[in-house]
């Protein structure tokens, strides 16, 4: 089932556009796959690991900076955590098992290994849970995919399961990688030219390894002195 590229890069149809938006950015949206920023969410995960969704409220902003809950949504989403707080650690929860799960398997392929079959069978529930929210809708002259009403809790992880589904049995698969520096390995989908990015972000983890390999030079060039 083919969604529409915007959607599955995260800027989906339900968004409203960008005008709307009324908060800054909190996530570094490096990975141009939603599925992929999303395992993000646990930064330094093979080292340090920080997590970055410590309440509903991180869980729903990564929506709207993602462009898959409008501004709107979220406020709802906000307010109905408050008032139901219990729900919204339930879904929050989900949401950590499904990316914990999406790592695992993305993890396996970048290391050519086979998936872990409990990661996969998660993955799996998620995305056909998903599947049953999808329906077709007409806009104007034609008819697009969308998910139901993403305003309630557990609507976010919709989309993400359904896109984590997408790019595993996509032809873009080999192009997944981990940044190259052993602190981050942050996931990304290589769609460089030469396919040839090895950095989550060239000015962060990047320029570390640049400085870094300027300074082994530096004691190398000192020793042969
Ligand atoms: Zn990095």
Redesign the pocket.
Known sequence: MKLSRALLEGSTLMAEPQTTRRRPPRFDLIAGNVSLDFVNTLDDRHTKPKELLTSYIDLARFGEDTGLLTATQVDRLFERSYTLPDEAEKALRWARELREATHDVFWAVINKRPAPPAALARLNADAQNAAGHLRVVQVDDHFEWRFDDLSNFEGILWPLAHAAAELLASDQLPFVRA?L?KE???FFLDTSKNRHRR???MT??GNRAKVRRFYAKQREGASEI
């Open positions: 940044c520096a981050c390995e942050w950095w989550c972000d962060k983890c």
